[in-house]
């Protein structure tokens, strides 16, 4: 694989579709240079960083002197400067010099997508950076902003921050209205207090996003407040130090670490106590962003895996030659594109609700439906990212569970993806309160209904419209028996199976529409997708997949 945006024909129409013509005709030609580096350098470079050029804690210094300090290799910081350069952080929040304007999320996710071909470690850091600017750019003051925003939006002109966000503590997890960070004010500024647990980017940033509690404040999650910390200043003065970085599975190009603040420097950003509400808004933007790292490996592990299985011989035929592989390279194929066209549908959605400038003309409604289309898509895509490794590394055979090959890193990588950003059981929470305080789920169904409405009588998937009717209404009576029951616990035992079915009735949807607008190819897509989503269990006289595995394969 030479480039990897030149390998994904449904990417490059999204953006056409979604992208003005002087933006789209400007993103074609960088994501074509950002594809070849993605799959040239950066690919081989990642190879290096999981295998021998981990991040290690320097905790001393010659002199015996703590100093706290994370060595990275150099390829990686090679790889630093080429990706930040590029704007995948800036554009959002300043203007693209050739276009004159700023660019989008849309384009944004479409660069970090490609990343995660390559590094879904890597992408980590980079997503953190783009919640840092996010907070500062909407929450922080204008002081702030002048002072540390320019380092955050760094092409090359300045020397670039990188950013981190540090919710978790170890007594809290999950539950992050246990945090026990304290900030007392110093002056102008606050000290900050206390242990954060799992701080990823810890040493590789140049500012840290920190959720403290000042005195005084509530308990629970209304007490806490955001901060702004400087890293390097706060490092040199012995202020913060690094306890030990994390031993993880995967995504080891990320330093991960346990950080103890003893007094460090910290800016209040926002107001007081509001702390949880702005760290919700960039943990949206991370939700998204673990999304497209998801399909990202998906896309890697599809492509591994149909390669190799078109060169590798077995019995006499290459193995695309045998049903078993055409069907599992063609449910591969079909649930990538339909997730993909999902996820960049919601992202088309994020720029109208989270764009500084537009976040105020949002409706409530779509900024309620941006919020249940994160959670259910950040669910389905990580669980998919994991299935999608599994298939490439069986496709492979015994080659697959080698290192040598990229199908084990694709795994190990994947199986944070359910936990980083919030694990099912969160995201499923998360659906059931949108449920009960904003009724979402009739928010959700008429849209559907609406949209299913589109579809045209003479489109050869028009009988799929029924279908999908029926699993509407499956829902709602699927929620009102939840709501009904006597036995609260109800809601939270079938929360996860709520939000799956969500998930799927939106992929559903979206892959009609495309078809409708694309034609034939898509049509294939959408039918394998439908047929093997609402009819798995049932006996195919004829497999789809079979039918139309050239078709969408090639």
């Given at each position: 694989m030479k480039n990897f945006y030149h390998n994904d024909p449904n990417l490059k129409q999204i953006l056409q579709d979604q992208l003005p013509q002087p933006f789209w005709e400007w993103a074609?030609?960088?994501?074509?240079?950002?594809?070849?580096?993605?799959?040239?350098?950066?690919?081989?470079?990642?190879?290096?960083?999981?295998?021998?050029?981990?991040?290690?804690?320097?905790?001393?210094?010659?002199?015996?002197?703590?100093?706290?300090?994370?060595?990275?290799?150099?390829?990686?910081?090679?790889?630093?400067?080429?990706?930040?350069?590029?704007?995948?952080?800036?554009?959002?929040?300043?203007?693209?010099?050739?276009?004159?304007?700023?660019?989008?999320?849309?384009?944004?996710?479409?660069?970090?997508?490609?990343?995660?071909?390559?590094?879904?470690?890597?992408y980590c850091p980079v997503t953190l950076s783009q919640a840092t600017a996010y907070l500062i750019d909407h929450y922080a003051s204008e002081d702030l902003q002048q002072l540390y925003?320019?380092?955050?939006?760094s092409t090359g002109e300045v020397e670039l921050y990188e950013g981190a966000t540090f919710l978790t503590e170890r007594q809290?997890?999950?539950?992050?209205?246990?945090?026990?960070?304290?900030?007392?004010?110093?002056?102008?500024?606050?000290?900050?207090?206390?242990?954060?647990?799992?701080?990823?980017?810890?040493?590789?940033?140049?500012?840290a996003m920190v959720l403290a509690r000042m005195d005084g404040a509530p308990e629970g999650t209304k007490g806490l407040s955001l901060f702004l910390v400087p890293w390097e200043e706060n490092r040199k003065e012995g202020l913060l130090r690094i306890r030990r970085l994390k031993d993880k599975l995967g995504v080891r190009a990320v330093p991960s670490a346990e950080v103890e603040f003893s007094g460090a420097k910290g800016f209040l950003?926002?107001?007081?106590?509001?702390?949880?509400?702005?760290?919700?808004?960039?943990?949206?933007?991370?939700?998204?962003?673990?999304?497209?790292?998801?399909?990202?490996?998906?896309?890697?592990?599809?492509?591994?895996?149909?390669?190799?299985?078109?060169?590798?011989?077995?019995?006499?035929?290459?193995?695309?030659?045998?049903?078993?592989?055409?069907?599992?390279?063609?449910?591969?194929?079909?649930?990538?594109?339909?997730?993909?066209?999902?996820l960049f549908h919601v992202i088309q959605l994020m720029d109208k609700v989270m764009g500084k400038q537009t976040k105020h003309e949002a409706t409530e409604e779509e900024q309620i439906l941006f919020r249940l289309y994160v959670a259910i898509v950040k669910k389905e895509t990580a669980e998919q990212a994991i299935h999608f490794a599994h298939e490439a590394i069986e496709m492979h055979g015994g080659n697959g569970y080698i290192e040598d090959f990229v199908t084990s890193r694709l795994l190990r990588d994947a199986q944070v993806l359910t936990v980083w950003e919030g694990t099912a059981n969160i995201l499923g929470l998360e659906v059931v309160r949108l449920i009960e305080k904003y009724h979402v789920d009739t928010i959700f169904i008429e849209e559907m209904k609406k949209r299913l409405a589109n579809i045209n009588e003479k489109s050869v998937l028009s009988e799929w419209v029924t279908r999908l009717e029926e699993e509407l209404s499956s829902l709602i009576q699927q929620i009102t028996l939840i709501r009904s029951s006597k036995k609260q616990e109800l809601q939270?035992?079938?929360?996860?199976?709520?939000?799956?079915?969500?998930?799927?009735?939106?992929?559903?949807?979206?892959?009609?529409?495309?078809?409708?607008?694309?034609?034939?190819?898509?049509?294939?897509?959408?039918?394998?997708?439908?047929?093997?989503?609402?009819?798995?269990?049932?006996?195919?006289?004829?497999?789809?997949?079979?039918?139309?595995?050239?078709?969408?394969?090639?």
């Open positions: 074609d030609k960088e994501l074509g240079i950002f594809g070849e580096l993605c799959a040239g350098p950066i690919d081989e470079r990642a190879v290096h960083t999981d295998r021998e050029g981990q991040p290690k804690l320097i905790r001393y210094n010659k002199m015996g002197e703590e100093i706290s300090e994370v060595w990275l290799n150099e390829g990686y910081r090679q790889t630093v400067e080429e990706t930040y350069n590029t704007g995948i952080v800036a554009y959002v929040h300043k203007e693209i010099p050739a276009l004159e304007q700023k660019g989008n999320y849309v384009y944004a996710f479409a660069q970090a997508y490609l990343l995660s071909h390559a590094e879904a470690g890597f925003l320019p380092h955050v939006l809290g997890g999950s539950d992050v209205g246990a945090n026990e960070v304290k900030a007392v004010p110093n002056g102008k500024s606050f000290r900050i207090s206390g242990e954060k647990y799992f701080a990823s980017n810890a040493g590789a940033c140049g500012l950003v926002g107001e007081p106590n509001k702390g949880l509400g702005y760290m919700m808004e960039a943990l949206n933007l991370s939700r998204v962003a673990n999304a497209v790292a998801s399909l990202g490996i998906m896309k890697r592990a599809y492509l591994e895996a149909r390669n190799y299985a078109r060169n590798r011989p077995a019995f006499g035929n290459p193995l695309t030659h045998y049903p078993m592989v055409q069907d599992t390279l063609g449910k591969m194929a079909t649930k990538q594109e339909v997730e993909l066209n999902t939270t035992y079938y929360s996860k199976d709520i939000a799956h079915k969500f998930a799927i009735l939106l992929e559903s949807v979206i892959a009609m529409e495309t078809a409708v607008k694309r034609g034939s190819r898509e049509e294939a897509v959408a039918e394998v997708y439908l047929q093997h989503t609402w009819n798995k269990d049932e006996m195919e006289a004829d497999p789809v997949t079979l039918e139309y595995f050239q078709i969408i394969c090639g």
